[in-house]
Structures are given as C-alpha cells and as structure tokens.
C-alpha cells in the first residue's frame, strides 16, 4: 500500500494494483490532474470534499475510473449519469480491493444544523493494512484498522473527542489531514496529543510524498 496526502481531506491510495483517490475537495488542488485512477470515492457533500468546479474534469480526465459518493453527493451536484451511490453498509469491489462503507451522518456542527450524510471508507485488500477514511464523523469505530486518516480540525471536531476515538479504534498508524483551516501551531497541538495520548503512531504527510505503512519493523518507528 502506499498512500499521498493531496492536502486537507483528499487522500491518495495505491493497493493492489488500484489507484483510489478519495475526496477531492476544494481546499486542495494536489489532486488537480490526476490521471490513472481507478476509482473517486467521496465521503459526503461538503465542498471541501468534493469540489464542485473540478469534479467534472477529473473524472473526464480518468473515463475507466468508477465513481462512488454518499448518496446525497448525486442529489446536490449535477454528476455524470455512471456515478454510483455508496450508501452506508454496503460494499464495493475493485479487483481484489473492497471498499465497505460505515457510518451514515456527518459530525454534529451544532444542534441548529441538519446534519447530513458521511459514509466512513474501509479499504482492504489481501496481504496489504487495512485502512480507514472517516471523512467528517467519528461515529463509525470499524474492527482491524491499520492505518486512519485523522481529522485535524473542522468546526465540528474537539479534540478530546478524537482521543477517545483513536484509542477506541486502536489503529497501529494514523496520518492527518483535514487541515485546510490550521496554521502550523494548530497542527502541531492535536498532531502531538493524539500521538502521545493514544496507541496509534502519527505520521506528518503534508509534504506530499507518498508513504508506504508497515506495520512491523524498522518501517514503524513514527517516521513518514
């Protein structure tokens, strides 16, 4: 496996000879030109998960690559008629990858706002860690996650709730992302705390370069 952050939430995932690309978002553009991809998968509707003004460009600009979103993605944009719906509980195949959906609802923001739909992303494949993009939501703690892209900061998130949802999940390794909103002191705070304060080992991706997780050795001392 190896994964590239692109910035905020969009992550770059090669497995088993896929290429995934997951939430595409509006406050990066490291995934601007893409091309190869088998498979845009997007958590839910916000645009700085799926950005509306380039979405149309890189799935033209990969026409094999399947497209799967929370279903409300396809009420609120206007998206190609192959663009498939990934409701929470259900699954998808590529080759030997499976991708399960887990969750259902975005964070709280506040009481005054409906909350609105997020799928959690599990990617496995045979042999390879077994990894988790929660997009905005906690909620969902899968069983046998190696690797977790963790949010850094949203007007939904505390802090104190990312550390009990960390040592719940229990993943060896995690990486942040959703940091399109920090300067480089707000990413340093919570990029300590959930390293000290749980069980999973954080690794800084914001350079960009891909990073290939092992789980046993020399490769898992902490160091992207």
């Known amino acids: 496996m190896r994964i590239t952050h692109l910035g905020h939430a969009a992550v770059l995932v090669d497995v088993a000879d896929r290429r995934i690309l997951f939430d595409p978002g509006n406050f990066s553009d490291g995934w601007h030109g893409l091309e190869g991809l088998d498979a845009i998968c997007v958590t839910h509707l916000h645009p700085d998960h799926i950005d509306p003004d380039n979405i149309g460009a890189l799935i033209d600009a990969n026409p094999e690559a399947e497209v799967h979103v929370e279903p409300s993605v396809v009420d609120t944009y206007e ?61 969902a703690v899968p069983a046998g996650i190696d690797v977790v892209a963790v949010p850094m900061m949203g007007p939904w998130a505390a802090m104190k709730e990312h550390i009990d949802f960390l040592r719940d999940l229990d993943a060896p390794l995690g990486f942040g992302i959703h940091e399109g909103l ?43």
């Open 182 to 224: 920090l300067n480089e002191r707000g990413w340093r705070l919570p990029f300590g705390r959930y390293g000290d304060m749980t069980s999973t080992m954080m690794h800084d991706l914001r350079d960009g370069q891909p990073w290939e997780p092992a789980l046993t050795g020399s490769d898992a001392t902490g160091e992207a």
């Open 79 to 139: 998206l190609p008629a192959h663009v498939q719906r990934l409701a929470a509980d259900a699954s998808v195949e590529l080759g030997g990858v499976r991708i399960d959906a887990v969750g259902g609802l975005h964070a709280v923001i506040h009481k005054d706002i409906p909350r609105v739909g997020n799928v959690g992303l599990v990617v496995t494949a045979e042999g390879e860690p077994t990894f988790f993009h929660p997009g905005d939501s906690l909620d």
